[in-house]
């Protein structure tokens, strides 16, 4: 199949110069499905499609102790690499009549 024909008015900056290459490659293909969104436009398609819900809660996250005296943990072991930290989510706000505050969260859950 003959490649199809790409024209497109020079741009300069390498954000751009990327998005003329993406447009170029997707030019070359034989597929009329295939496209190339440009950064911003594929993060608006995302908010639209995936969105962003707000609940009406606001959270803080607070690291969990071990309670742990002595034992096992005393121990001189080898470090190892770093294990994610345990943590214990608190809620800080609730929004009057959100979803949140419907279903009984109160600040301090």
Not at 45 to 67: A, F, I, K, N
Not at 77 to 103: C, G, W
Request: glycine residues 6%.
């Amino acid at each position: 199949a003959a490649a199809r024909r790409f024209e497109a008015a020079p741009r300069e900056g390498e954000e751009a110069r990327f998005t003329d290459a993406c447009e170029w490659v997707m030019s070359q293909l034989d597929d009329p499905h295939a496209s190339f969104l440009p950064p911003e436009r594929a993060e608006a398609l995302s908010s639209r499609y995936h969105g962003q819900l707000d609940l009406g809660v606001r959270t803080t996250h607070e690291p969990l102790e071990s309670r742990a005296k002595g034992g096992w943990r005393a121990l001189r072991l080898p470090p190892r690499k770093a294990q994610p930290q345990a943590v214990r989510t608190i809620v800080s706000a609730v929004a009057e009549r959100s979803p949140a505050a419907l279903a009984g969260l109160r600040v301090g859950d």
